[in-house]
């Protein structure tokens, strides 16, 4: 990915999930207290195959 949005607010309703990626305690990959990692795209970059749009979120517990 050339570059990253990182995104917080309500802009992440209206996407679809790219990747979505969870805490995992065996694996020792741990985001927070349990949290998870997010790649977003909306519709229509995604309908253009316009990855260089894709978001970036994370939640953490």
């Known amino acids: 990915m050339a570059s990253t949005h990182v995104t917080t607010d309500a802009s992440a309703a209206s996407t ?6 969870g805490s995992e305690g065996d ?3 741990m ?5 998870a990692l997010y790649w ?3 519709p229509e970059g995604l309908a253009a195959n316009g990855f ?3 978001m970036f979120t994370w939640q953490c517990c």
Request: proline share 0%; net charge neutral.
């Open 40 to 42: 977003l795209i909306r």
């Open 52 to 54: 260089e749009s894709v």
């Open 31 to 35: 985001w927070g207290d349990g949290g």
């Open 16 to 21: 679809s999930k790219v990747v979505a990626r």
């Open 27 to 29: 694996a020792d990959t």
